[in-house]
């Protein structure tokens, strides 16, 4: 079974950066449909950025769009989410995970705190 750790949140100013990544242990992962998602305070969980086995990217919400990038190493299992300009209303929660309705366990998540 998978397990997914996320780490690289912290407190920033807003338009501030970060870099997320996401660990995956276990022996699939390359040839998944992979996302981040948020959860914000109050809020559900949102998938905010999604990228193919093959590295084709897509934007889940609009408000990220031309601030977020996700990247994938395969061969080092490793899920990335460059978070540029940051606002307060990204504060949240931030998970990685499967893009297309399954789901591994969720990880822990890494809290983004962002200060206005």
């Known amino acids: 079974q998978v397990q997914l750790v996320e780490s690289g949140g912290g407190l920033v100013q807003t338009g501030g950066s970060l870099r997320l990544s996401c660990r995956a242990h276990?022996?699939?992962?390359?040839?998944?449909?992979l996302a981040w998602y948020r959860k914000g305070p109050g809020k559900e969980r949102e998938q905010i950025a999604t990228?193919?086995?093959?590295?084709?990217?897509?934007w889940d919400l609009n408000s990220v769009r031309g601030r977020f990038a996700i990247h994938r190493n395969n061969h080092k299992k490793l899920l990335f989410l460059q978070i540029d300009d940051l606002i307060p209303a990204g504060t949240g929660t931030h998970y990685c995970?499967?893009?297309?309705?399954?789901?591994?366990?969720w990880g822990p998540g890494t809290q983004v705190t962002v200060s206005s």
């Open positions: 995970n499967l893009a297309d309705g399954r789901l591994w366990p």
């Open positions: 276990g022996d699939v992962f390359s040839m998944e449909n």
């Open positions: 990228i193919s086995s093959a590295g084709g990217r897509k």
